[in-house]
């Protein structure tokens, strides 16, 4: 009996075959397990993935189109109401004539910078420029950008010769054409070609502080009585016409260097440049919007509305020039 007993396997306890055979699991088991799981982490990836190996530019050649179309459209349309138009004359006209208000020091200060401003946007332009592509050997985007610069320039001294002089719309004016501004080209075409050479994280920097620059070259134009406020605006619009295609291909070109890593990674890459644009731009749309209700109608005279409404207008131009860009270019950079 006892025998027997002991032949029996024990309570609770399989046969030595049948617990092998229960606890055996195929010898790539933990293999695949661990390759699911691999997969499952990099699926959860994968969307993220083909945003950030994004090249510098790419799928973005639409909306720089659009801008490009855009700034075209608007330049046709500021020539056609402010030179083509009474009303569009009788406003472009007043604000220059007010412009003499603010004669005696303010004249004597904007023609002292108007007189330094071809060598001083010269100046900085290159040696941004040159320091830039020494520095970080971007020679074919300096290329691009100085070509671009140089094209701006042209473009305007073209128009100036090919737009017909204004027409007699009742207005007291002189006839002779002063639309584009050269003076307002040259310091935002220098300002655009520092900003198409930075890296992405100074662009909002540049942007800031090179539409500064243009915007004052504006101002000062109108308050020494050399140009219109049509004649700075339709400037700024023949530069983002040219600059935005130039600025793509810098992008397309330069993938390596154009990398975004978004706001706050630097101190130049700071949010408090795009609010300060966007602050500017509010005031100057509120200048414009009263000094214009000062007046109940468009063809009457005022002592100064149309002065501040016409400062107004090369404000929010040269502003939101800055705005457009910085939001164009850091959409279009290569995620880092």
């Not at 320091?131 to 050997?137: G, L, M």
């Not at 020679?139 to 027409?167: E, F, S």
């Not at 605006?233 to 990398?259: C, D, E, K, Q, Y």
């Not at 002065?307 to 860009?325: E, K, N, Q, R």
């Amino acid at each position: 009996m006892s025998s027997v007993t002991g032949m029996l396997p024990r309570p609770h306890q399989c046969p030595p075959r049948a617990r092998k055979t229960h606890t055996s699991r195929p010898e790539n088991c933990g293999s695949l397990v661990r390759m699911s799981s691999q997969q499952f982490r990099t699926s959860g990836r994968s969307s993220k993935r083909p945003l950030q190996g994004r090249p510098a530019g790419a799928g973005t050649g639409f909306l720089f189109c659009l801008a490009t179309i855009a700034s075209a459209i608007g330049l046709a349309a500021t020539y056609y109401f402010f030179v083509r138009t009474t009303a569009g004359q009788f406003i472009d006209e007043s604000a220059l004539v007010e412009a003499t208000v603010l004669g005696g020091t303010a004249g004597r200060a904007s023609t002292e910078f108007l007189d330094m401003l071809p060598m001083l946007s010269l100046a900085i332009a290159a040696i941004m420029v040159l320091f830039v592509t020494v520095a970080r050997r971007r020679w074919t985007a300096a290329g691009i950008a100085v070509a671009a610069c140089i094209a701006a320039n042209a473009a305007t001294q073209i128009l100036k010769l090919l737009i017909p002089d204004r027409p007699d719309r009742g207005v007291q004016t002189l006839e002779l054409n002063s639309l584009p501004s050269g003076h307002t080209t040259l310091a935002a075409s220098a300002a655009a070609a520092v900003f198409l050479m930075v890296s992405p994280r100074w662009r909002p920097l540049a942007g800031f502080f090179g539409s500064t620059f243009a915007v004052a070259t504006g101002v000062s134009t109108l308050i020494n009585q050399w140009h219109r406020p049509a004649d700075v605006v339709a400037a700024f619009l023949v530069v983002a016409a040219i600059m935005l295609p130039a600025g793509w291909l810098i992008l397309r070109t330069g993938n390596s260097w154009n990398v975004w890593k978004g706001y706050g990674e630097h101190w130049a890459a700071s949010r408090l440049w795009v609010w300060l644009t966007v602050a500017a731009l509010v005031i100057a749309g509120l200048v414009a919007a009263y000094s214009l209700l000062q007046v109940p109608d468009l063809s009457t005279d005022s002592t100064i509305d149309y002065f501040w409404a016409g400062t107004a207008f090369i404000v929010i131009a040269g502003y939101l020039s800055a705005l457009g860009g910085t939001w164009l270019f850091g959409l279009a950079a290569r995620k880092g």
